[in-house]
């Protein structure tokens, strides 16, 4: 039974039946983990959090992976349009480098860029898609793993697939794999439009 980062690494090990993959076990899981960020959005992973807006840029939180919504606790609340980089640079040449309530925003690195430039202190408020907690220690769980053990399983397995070459179980877990990601989007889709509404957690950063 999978509870755990410790048991996972177990489970995949009875699996491959290979003795010699144990010190590369956590690089598949790793692998696994990666992917999962890249390519799932679902509600559990939807965080809100709020920081003061005071300068052009302001540092995204640390777990950040997909914008959502943005907005300005003003009154009244203003929701920020997103333009591009280019867009932005458009807008200054054409107003200069002004100063006001912020209406647009950009992602540059691992910052929010606002234009115009805050004239005072603003509470910014977003929602967004956080990385699912990472498994490190062997007692490391997360909500990923608790609720659908399996999509770490034969994510992991599949990434084993350089190592066992021409294993035919590769398909067979390939198809589970995805089987599973399918199902729980479908589920998430389920609960989006089925009249619950998202519980989102707060937090504060920057």
Do not use: C
């Given at each position: ?7 996972l ?9 290979r003795?010699d ?14 992917k999962?960020?890249?390519d799932?959005?679902?509600r559990q ?9 005071t300068?052009?840029?302001t540092?995204?939180?640390?777990d ?7 907005r300005l606790?003003s009154?009244?609340v203003r929701?920020?349009?997103?333009i591009?980089?280019e867009?932005?640079?458009?807008e ?12 647009y925003?950009t992602?540059?690195g691992?910052?929010i860029?606002v ?5 005072t202190?603003?509470?910014?408020e977003?929602?967004?898609y956080e990385?699912i907690?990472?498994?490190v220690?062997?007692?490391d769980t997360?909500?990923l793993?608790t609720k ?15 190592y066992l ?6 398909v067979?877990?390939q198809?589970l794999?995805?089987d599973?990601?399918n ?5 998430d889709e389920?609960?989006?439009?089925g009249?619950t509404t998202p519980?989102?957690?707060h937090r504060?950063?920057?």
């Amino acid at each position: 039974m999978i509870t755990d980062y410790g048991t996972l690494k177990t489970e995949i090990a009875d699996f491959l039946l290979r003795d010699d993959l144990t010190a590369v076990i956590p690089t598949f899981v790793s692998f696994a983990h990666e992917k999962l960020n890249r390519d799932m959005r679902t509600r559990q992973m939807v965080q809100r959090a709020t920081a003061s807006l005071t300068t052009e840029y302001t540092a995204l939180p640390g777990d950040f992976l997909q914008m959502r919504d943005i907005r300005l606790n003003s009154n009244p609340v203003r929701s920020l349009e997103y333009i591009s980089s280019e867009g932005q640079n458009q807008e200054r040449e054409f107003y200069g480098n002004t100063s006001g309530e912020p209406r647009y925003y950009t992602i540059i690195g691992e910052t929010i860029q606002v234009f115009p430039s805050p004239d005072t202190t603003y509470t910014m408020e977003l929602a967004y898609y956080e990385k699912i907690p990472a498994l490190v220690n062997p007692t490391d769980t997360n909500w990923l793993l608790t609720k659908a053990p399996d999509i770490y399983l034969y994510g992991s397995l599949v990434h084993s697939a350089p190592y066992l070459k021409d294993d035919e179980r590769i398909v067979i877990w390939q198809t589970l794999f995805r089987d599973i990601f399918n199902s729980l989007k479908t589920e998430d889709e389920k609960s989006r439009f089925g009249g619950t509404t998202p519980r989102m957690r707060h937090r504060s950063f920057g």
